[in-house]
């Protein structure tokens, strides 16, 4: 009975803990679907391609505010506590979507449109640089023996609950609004139910409890200690970020860049292209805690370095093969491809680089790997495939930025060396033993 309700109680931390995912994925989901729409509606319209440029890198831009996110809001939480900093990231979130949804467009207020919205995704960025390493340590800490991968991987899976989400939301507008209303207004539709969801979102969070991880320790870092040991710990901060670039641009390659890719690369229809972004949620959804389950069973090296040589090898030729004929269905194939290799990767990686970081400043040092990847990286993808495209003429050129990624990757992979954990990170049976990063040895 004891080990029943425990059981029930775990799965509602889960729940708990990974609801502020959802609302920051479904926003970033929002702004990448919507790209083309929001560029017309805040930008000066001197071009269609200005216009979307513009668009995608202010969908970019958030994402340069992360590593800053990272550094100050994961001290936060490893000096005060996972429950409090993860409530205050869903405020800041929050406040972000807010002020996104109600701004006026360009032709109404001007230049202040675009400066109001990089404002407003630059204070998303900013909370969501440490939402998910808080969220990923929260569940390593909480995961019972022997399933750590199992758990942590309900951290990615909650966000495919929100590219389900807004592409359902994004296929319904589209079934029933014309372009033309979309352009004016359809688009701000899923920001306004975002901003329904906040209050709910605040009273499942508000709930969580701390981890016995956390209140077991006797000391909590200071902002200086924890820079002071992040410094000491560059190389593996490095080499989590390279292993995390995969994870990021194989994710926003098929999510966020899907919808415009479809439509301004393929010529597809905005539902044809906004039904395989929702196959690729639901996929992600069904893959990610099957891949956490077996890194648990097999270890995360291994399925880390099969999916990386995956990727380098087949992602160009599926992409060839894609803008050679192009289709709904062989859009649907391709995708659901490189969906399974995200999915598998990031099952193993995320409860990898958990494993990676020192206890005392494992919130920090994850959320800083992450948002490194993610800004350098991952979230100006659409705007750098966009890019590539219309320099070099190339459709295809995108599944090279997708290899580029994986072969960092997997050069991270070979530069960690399995060790055997220390203090609280014992090692896990089945899974990869790696150090703190007092034992962290580079090959």
């Known amino acids: 009975m004891t080990t029943e309700t425990s059981r029930k109680e775990k799965i509602k931390a889960v729940i708990r803990v990974s609801s502020g995912n959802f609302l920051e994925m479904y926003d970033f989901m929002v702004f990448g679907y919507y790209a083309a729409a929001i560029g017309r509606t805040f930008f000066p319209k001197n071009s269609e391609f200005a216009s979307l440029m513009l668009s995608l890198a202010t969908f970019g831009v958030g994402f340069l505010m992360r590593p800053i996110g990272a550094v100050i809001l994961g001290a936060y939480i490893d000096r005060h506590g996972r429950r409090s900093g993860l409530i205050l990231t869903l405020a800041l979130m929050s406040a972000g979507t807010l002020s996104i949804a109600c701004v006026p467009g360009y032709v109404t207020i001007g230049l202040f449109a675009p400066l109001l919205i990089v404002i407003g995704r630059l204070l998303q960025g900013f909370s969501a640089g440490v939402e998910l390493g808080g969220v990923s340590v929260y569940l390593s800490e909480i995961a019972t023996p022997g399933h750590k991968g199992f758990y942590v991987s309900w951290q990615s899976a909650s966000q495919q609950c929100a590219v389900v989400f807004a592409a359902l939301l994004g296929v319904a507008l589209a079934s029933r609004l014309t372009p033309q209303q979309?352009?004016?207004?359809?688009?701000?539709?899923?920001?306004?139910?975002?901003?329904?969801?906040?209050?709910f979102l605040f009273i499942i969070r508000r709930s969580l409890t701390e981890t016995e991880v956390f209140l077991a320790r006797k000391h909590h870092p200071s902002l200086r200690d924890i820079l002071q040991s992040l410094a000491s710990s560059w190389r593996i901060v490095l080499l989590g970020m390279m292993l995390v670039t995969m994870t990021t641009v194989s994710f926003y390659m098929i999510t966020a860049y899907t919808p415009t890719f479809g439509q301004s690369v393929l010529h597809l229809t905005s539902k044809y292209a906004l039904i395989v972004t929702l196959?690729?949620?639901?996929?992600?959804?069904?893959?990610?805690?099957l891949m956490g389950a077996l890194s648990d069973r097999i270890g995360r090296r291994p399925l880390l370095v099969s999916c990386t040589v995956l990727a380098i090898a087949t992602a160009y030729p599926a992409l060839s093969w894609l803008v050679g004929s192009p289709s709904f269905t062989h859009l649907l194939v391709v995708e659901l491809w490189l969906s399974f290799l995200y999915a598998s990767y990031n099952g193993a990686m995320v409860v990898f680089l958990t494993e990676l970081m020192p206890a005392k400043v494992r919130a920090s040092g994850f959320s800083i790997a992450y948002s490194l990847a993610t800004a350098i990286f991952g979230g100006f993808t659409p705007a750098i495939c966009t890019y590539l495209i219309h320099e070099t003429g190339?459709?295809?050129?995108?599944?090279?930025?997708?290899?580029?990624?994986?072969?960092?990757?997997?050069?991270?992979?070979?530069?960690?060396?399995?060790?055997?954990?220390h203090g609280s990170d014992a090692p896990e049976e089945g899974a990869v033993r790696t150090a703190s990063a007092q034992s962290f040895i580079v090959r």
């Open 394 to 421: 190339n459709r295809a050129i995108p599944g090279l930025w997708v290899s580029f990624a994986a072969a960092l990757a997997l050069a991270a992979v070979f530069f960690t060396r399995k060790t055997i954990a």
């Open 182 to 199: 979309m352009d004016a207004w359809g688009w701000r539709v899923p920001l306004w139910v975002g901003c329904l969801i906040i209050p």
């Open 279 to 289: 196959c690729v949620g639901i996929s992600n959804l069904i893959w990610l805690p």
